[in-house]
């Protein structure tokens, strides 16, 4: 989980959204270690896509042989926007199943780039994993792609650290029953994780929720695992809520970004 969680780190430097293709990914806040020393490649990078403002890249990683999708968290008006637009709309992706709109809407923007890019990466590269990670909002659009495109076959595990809810309790369930697996990180007294809110909205399950302290190491030890898409142990447990946790996810995730945080400005 530590090594996916570098992955979702890289999305909020600036350097891995802008240029262009074949570029080496890199943090300069040095919190993306493991992805250098890799020296996974970009094969597409993407910022401020759209009225939702989607950020983040696609890399090949040959090193450990993946295909690694990444999206940014909350760093702009335009993405506390979508954050704090709490409509739900229908998707069919399942029976009766409802998405929040403003994730749905940062997941549809880059959609096409991305799905062009995983085609050809996936051809070339056939026995390579394919993950879809993100932090905060990052997180709730790495769900809804990881969800999307293992209905067109592609087999996808998904790394969320930090992630809202994004979607009802038939959605999260559907997801939660996909094939590739799902790992959604929280820690301590994270609020976002909390965010929207049972009942109407539910969380892919299981939970891996890290016990340990902001700043602190994590081990093996700190770690709970809970499951139920209506899940009332770990992070949800907690009866107080904090921002400062919402940024240490095994290190300072949003080093590369000044703008942690904002989505909780309302």
């Excluded at 990078?45 to 950020?55: C, K, R, V, Y």
């Excluded at 899940?231 to 009866?239: A, K, R, T």
């Amino acid at each position: 989980m530590s090594f996916f969680e570098q992955y979702s780190a890289a999305a909020y430097c600036p350097n891995n959204n802008v240029a262009s293709s074949n570029t080496n990914i890199t943090c300069a806040a040095g919190n993306c270690p493991l992805v250098q020393t890799a020296e996974a490649e970009s094969l597409l990078e993407f910022q401020n896509e759209g009225l939702a403002d989607s950020t983040g890249f696609v890399a090949i990683d040959h090193m450990n042989q993946l295909i690694v999708m990444s999206f940014r968290g909350t760093t702009s008006f335009s993405n506390i926007l979508a954050d704090i637009n709490l409509v739900m709309v229908p998707w069919t992706l399942c029976n009766l199943c409802t998405a929040h709109s403003g994730f749905l809407d940062s997941w549809r923007t880059v959609k096409p780039q991305i799905q062009s890019v995983l085609a050809s990466a996936k051809a070339s590269y056939p026995s390579y994993n394919i993950i879809s990670t993100g932090h905060s909002l990052g997180g709730a659009v790495a769900t809804l792609a990881a969800a999307d495109l293992r209905t067109s076959g592609y087999n996808i595990a998904l790394y969320t650290y930090g992630s809202p809810m994004v979607g009802n309790y038939l959605l999260a369930t559907f997801i939660t029953n996909q094939s590739g697996g799902n790992y959604r990180v929280t820690h301590a007294q994270d609020i976002v994780p909390k965010l929207p809110g049972y009942p109407i909205f539910a969380h892919v399950s299981p939970e891996y929720w890290i016990t340990s302290p902001t700043n602190a190491a994590v081990t093996i030890n700190d770690v709970q695992v809970s499951t139920g898409v209506i899940d009332l142990q770990g992070n949800q447990g907690q009866l107080d809520s904090s921002i400062e946790d919402h940024g240490w996810y095994f290190n300072s995730i949003a080093a590369c970004s000044p703008g942690l945080g904002s989505e909780l400005v309302r």
